[in-house]
Structure formats: structure tokens, C-alpha cells
């Protein structure tokens, strides 16, 4: 059989596999169950406009990510590349000068507003030895790696960029992979640890465009089709929708973690792979979306908070040319009280007088990410079966449940399939 190779799942890391695949010259059916491209990182409409199911910052170390942008956006427009700074108005700011990394951040650990100045050295010291020592951090958690850290450190930085990086609290996170974004963020060049926000809709900055590509490559799209079950033999791959069934030479199965299980066929060579997937568990995160008069604007695009629910207030009227709309992100928000859109919007009157909102919508992904903890077992990108690979952001990598680790999953399950043609 001709390679015939069928993605299921058009999230991020199912249009990289396909998006790769397709330009290798492969036809791939790309088939997503919902109406809308990207999964847990994709566009959704309310009140009128076009918005996201939840924020998201990349960090200039995401090589594969914004390789992949940059050949669907060759003109460089889709990213805003930020100097790295955060800042907690009233109470923190740290920002990077424009130094060759890790001086820029030392640097900045130095000169940050709201630490006394052994707290700083702390602080710098800390991070220094986890950049230059190699060691394996395997069963600690974040919380038992940052112990000996005062406690306005951890809570203002690394604490909150725990939670920020892996949605995981920090008694939980797992010390090993946090240490890995720490390096590849302040250990390599100085743009590494550049925030990047998306100047667009996050389904029209990858999963479209990928899914354009498929097309224009011979390739097909099927949106809101569920797959229902896989038969896998020598001979190929059955997949069986509500509608029909199609025979595939292999398949990637790029859905959720959490649905792998449920869609693996119920065999010995299987077994493994739905028991480690089945131990998994899950953490949510919450956007609320404010939209004020249209003259109200952030004197920055995004601010960290303190005291409160939420951890980032984002100014899309600076980054998506959307005036006066504002939105508050909770991560591992697990334990949101009833009322925590007040509270959010409590945090926000600390930084701006906005007046009352025009509207306000919420949104909680109650399954946007694993949860990273310590040794967790992730699988690789092949499987028992030689016709059967698996991408997404929980496959074996550094990297905890981002847009990174969903690309690279992506583009490496490809490559795997390549590989065994």
C-alpha cells in the first residue's frame, strides 16, 4: 500500500504531524471532531468577536513552535516579541536587559523592585546553580527545589512561574521539568527567554493555515467528524467514523491524553500504553474575558497579579487590535471559589480604573493540561504497533503541557513514520 496516513486530531500537535507529513510528499486526512481547528489552544467566538479559549505566551526558546509559524507567516507578523519583564504593579518588577544570557537575567534579579537585596543574591545565586549543575532532579518537587529560597522569591518569581509553565502547584510540579524550561529559557541565547504573544486568533497562527496546507497538498480535512474506533492489523489501519470507514497505511493518533485510551484498540500490544495513559490527571485553567469602553488601555500589554485567582491580566487592545478588551487568567484552578470573577476583576481595580464592564465571559478548560509531576511516565511517539504513532504534548520531552512540547510532538511523530516507510 501506497503511504496513506490519517491524523486523528486537529489540535497543535496533530496539524505539525500533518502539516510535516503533507510537505514530505504523504497524503494525510487530517480528522477533528469538533467544527474548530486546535484543540485546546484554538479560536472561539463570543459577543460578536473572535477570541481564545484561553491565553497563551511562548518563549523565544520554543524553536519548533515558532519555526513552524514562521513558515505559515513568512512575513514575520503573527508574534510580538517582548523583552522578558514582570512586573506586579505595586509590588514586583524584574526586567531583562539586553545582555547575552543568564547575565541578562542576574541583571535584572539585581535590580527587581520589591526584594530586599539579600533576597536578590539569593535569588541569583539560586538560579545560577541550577543553570550550570547538570543533575537530575527526578522525584523532587518544585516546592522541595526552591526550599531553601526566601519566601518573596518563590512567591513572586519562581512559584509563580511554576504555576504559569506547568499549571501544576508548586508542592506538586515536578522539579526536573521545570528546571529544563528554566534552562533552555536563561542558558542559551538572550532572545531564548523573549515572551512572545500572538498577534492573531491561535487557530488562524497554526491549525488553519496547516490544515490549508493539507488541502493544497492533495490531502483532505474533515472537521466535525468523530472517529469511533481503530482496527489495526499488518495490513493497514481501519477507521471507523459515524459515518463510514476508511483503510489507512498508518495512523497518528494526536487527540487529548485523556481520550487515547478510548480510542486504542483492545489488544496485548496495547496495554501498556491505556495503562499509563489512564494514571494521568488533569488541571483546568480559567479566562475571563472584560470588555471595558475601548479608551481603556494597560500601560503594558500583560501584568502579573498578586492576592487572587488570577495570575496574568492580558491587554488584547495592545496585541490583537481588539480596544478595551482585557483578559484574567487562573491557572491550576482546580479550587476556584463561587465567585472568583469578582475577585479577579477585584485584582484587576488594583492596576486600572476601568469603569464597568460592557460584558464579561468566562471560560474554564477543566482538562487544558496534565498535571506535571514528578516522574511522570510519558510514552514515545511510537508505539507497539509499527503502523500506529501517538503525538501531543504529553508524549516523551523536556517540556511540560505547552504549545512547544504539542509541536515538537507533532513534528517528531512525523518523522518516526517517515522514518519506518
Known amino acids: 500500500m501506497n503511504p496513506r496516513v490519517a491524523v486523528i486530531g486537529g489540535g497543535w500537535a496533530g496539524c505539525a504531524a500533518a502539516l510535516t507529513l503533507a510537505d514530505a510528499g504523504i497524503t494525510v486526512t487530517l480528522y477533528e471532531a469538533a467544527h474548530t481547528l486546535g484543540g485546546r489552544a484554538r479560536a472561539v467566538e463570543l459577543e460578536g468577536a473572535t477570541l481564545d479559549n484561553g491565553q497563551h505566551i511562548l518563549l523565544g526558546a520554543y524553536a519548533q513552535t515558532l519555526a513552524l509559524i514562521e513558515r505559515l507567516h513568512p512575513a514575520g507578523e503573527a508574534l510580538w516579541r517582548l523583552p522578558l519583564a514582570l512586573e506586579q504593579p505595586a509590588e514586583f518588577r524584574l526586567a531583562c536587559p539586553r545582555l547575552p544570557a543568564p547575565w541578562h537575567l542576574v541583571t535584572g534579579l539585581l535590580g527587581a523592585h520589591g526584594l530586599r537585596w539579600q533576597d536578590k543574591l539569593a535569588a541569583a545565586r539560586w538560579i545560577n546553580a541550577q543553570l550550570r549543575d547538570r543533575s537530575r532532579r527526578d522525584g523532587l518537587s518544585v516546592a522541595q527545589l526552591t526550599r531553601d529560597q526566601p519566601e518573596a522569591v518563590n512567591r513572586l518569581l519562581w512559584h509563580a512561574l511554576c504555576v504559569s509553565a506547568?499549571?501544576?502547584?508548586?508542592?506538586?510540579?515536578?522539579?526536573?521539568?521545570?528546571?529544563?524550561?528554566?534552562?533552555?529559557?536563561?542558558?542559551?541565547?538572550?532572545?531564548?527567554?523573549?515572551?512572545l504573544?500572538?498577534?492573531?486568533?491561535?487557530?488562524?497562527?497554526?491549525?488553519?493555515?496547516?490544515?490549508?496546507?493539507?488541502?493544497?497538498?492533495?490531502?483532505?480535512?474533515?472537521?466535525?467528524?468523530?472517529?469511533?474506533?481503530?482496527?489495526?492489523s499488518d495490513a493497514g489501519v481501519r477507521i471507523a467514523t459515524r459515518t463510514d470507514a476508511s483503510t489507512y497505511s498508518h495512523v497518528v493518533l494526536a487527540v487529548a491524553p485523556q481520550h487515547v485510551s478510548g480510542l486504542l484498540p483492545r489488544s496485548a500490544s496495547f496495554a501498556a500504553l491505556s495503562g499509563t495513559m489512564r494514571r494521568y490527571r488533569y488541571q483546568p485553567i480559567a479566562t475571563l474575558y472584560l470588555?471595558?469602553?475601548?479608551?481603556?488601555?494597560?500601560?503594558?500589554?500583560?501584568?502579573?497579579?498578586?492576592?487572587?485567582?488570577?495570575?496574568?491580566?492580558?491587554?488584547?487592545?495592545?496585541?490583537?487590535?481588539q480596544p478595551g478588551l482585557l483578559a484574567l487568567v487562573a491557572s491550576t484552578a482546580s479550587a476556584l471559589p463561587a465567585d472568583w470573577t469578582v475577585q479577579a476583576e477585584r485584582q484587576l481595580r488594583g492596576i486600572v480604573d476601568a469603569g464597568p464592564p460592557r460584558w464579561r465571559r468566562r471560560i474554564v478548560e477543566k482538562q487544558a493540561t496534565y498535571a506535571c509531576v514528578p516522574d511522570l511516565v510519558r510514552p514515545s511517539n511510537r508505539t507497539a504497533h509499527p503502523r500506529v504513532f501517538l503525538a501531543g504534548d504529553y508524549t516523551e520531552g523536556p517540556y511540560?503541557?505547552?504549545?512547544?512540547?504539542?509541536?515538537?510532538?507533532?513534528?517528531?511523530?512525523?518523522?518516526?513514520?517517515?522514518?519506518?516507510?
Open 166 to 195: 506547568l499549571n501544576t502547584p508548586p508542592e506538586q510540579a515536578s522539579a526536573q521539568v521545570f528546571v529544563n524550561v528554566l534552562r533552555d529559557a536563561f542558558g542559551g541565547r538572550r532572545a531564548d527567554s523573549d515572551l
Open 291 to 321: 470588555q471595558f469602553d475601548p479608551a481603556v488601555r494597560l500601560a503594558r500589554p500583560l501584568y502579573a497579579l498578586g492576592n487572587g485567582p488570577a495570575q496574568f491580566v492580558f491587554d488584547r487592545g495592545q496585541s490583537h487590535d
Open 400 to 421: 511540560p503541557a505547552t504549545l512547544e512540547s504539542a509541536t515538537l510532538s507533532g513534528v517528531q511523530s512525523a518523522a518516526a513514520l517517515l522514518e519506518s516507510l
Open 197 to 232: 504573544l500572538a498577534r492573531r486568533d491561535l487557530g488562524t497562527l497554526l491549525p488553519v493555515p496547516a490544515a490549508a496546507r493539507v488541502t493544497e497538498r492533495g490531502g483532505a480535512v474533515r472537521r466535525a467528524c468523530r472517529v469511533t474506533a481503530l482496527d489495526v
